[in-house]
Nanobody
Framework: QLQLEEFGGGLVQPGGSLRLSCAASRFRLASFSIGWFRQAPGKEREGVACLNSRDGYIHYIDSVKGRFTISRDNAENTMYLQMDNLKPEDAAVYYC????????????????????????WGQGTQVTVSS
């Protein structure tokens, strides 16, 4: 069974909002750093945000700062991406991801999203932004 299951994608107009959810099964999300990535047609996958709650690191790509918020609810074993003021260039398939906290060998999401190395991926959910 897929260990990360995503919900919440859909069609919105520019300026609209969506909240993506990603529920973990078979593992304890509290023991993981979390991230969101996206891939637009014809483009490479890019990191959108990451959150290392254990060590206190959070990063967003510049294009979504002030508009997107990454968060988690460990009691529900679920991570979220709140997306506000959506733009056409935000349209993509969005993927949630999780990286296990280590024992000091490396620090997830330390200096940027490039420091996040996913151990598990969601199946992807389509976000379409169109008038």
């Amino acid at each position: 069974q897929l260990q990360l299951e995503e919900f919440g994608g859909g069609l919105v107009q520019p300026g609209g909002s969506l909240r993506l959810s990603c529920a973990a099964s078979r593992f304890r999300l509290a023991s993981f750093s979390i991230g969101w990535f996206r891939q637009a047609p014809g483009k490479e996958r890019e990191g959108v945000a990451c959150l290392n709650s254990r060590d206190g690191y959070i990063h967003y790509i510049d294009s979504v700062k002030g508009r997107f918020t990454i968060s988690r609810d460990n009691a529900e074993n679920t991570m979220y991406l709140q997306m506000d003021n959506l733009k056409p260039e935000d349209a993509a398939v969005y993927y949630c991801a999780a990286e296990a906290y280590g024992l000091g060998t490396r620090t997830s999401c330390r200096s940027g999203i490039s420091d996040f190395k996913a151990d598990y991926w969601g199946q992807g959910t389509q976000v379409t932004v169109s008038s």
